[in-house]
């Protein structure tokens, strides 16, 4: 997916992977991985504020955990969130379409 050098604390790195945009994100050194579209109109995450284990969207401020991928804005919404693997500075995300 990336590298840990390639992701800040607050900043994320999305990438397109089988037509689908997916997203690593870094709030205080823990990282999160998550669908990258958020669920309102599909603008993009990673443009958006982290802080505090919640993304919140730059476009029409949708929030979402990045634990759990819950909307906060919208009852039983939620992205769908993927387990990440660490081998060095390399980071994956485990991919369960």
């Known amino acids: 997916m990336c590298k840990t050098t390639e992701l800040p604390d607050g900043k994320a790195v999305e990438k ?7 997203a ?6 823990k ?3 998550i669908e990258a579209d ?3 109109m599909k603008a993009s995450l990673c443009t958006g504020k982290v ?3 919640i993304i919140t969207c730059k476009w ?3 929030k979402y ?3 759990s991928g819950k909307c906060l804005n919208v009852e039983n919404v ?3 969130k993927y387990e990440i693997e660490i081998e060095g500075e390399d980071i994956y995300l485990i991919l369960n379409f």
């Open 65 to 67: 955990e990045l634990a």
């Open 16 to 22: 397109k992977i089988l037509a689908r945009r997916v």
């Open 31 to 33: 990282l999160y991985g």
């Open 24 to 29: 690593v994100f870094n709030d205080n050194g």
């Open 51 to 53: 802080e505090n284990g």
């Open 38 to 40: 958020c669920k309102h």
């Open 60 to 62: 029409h401020h949708w």
């Open 78 to 80: 939620q992205l769908k």
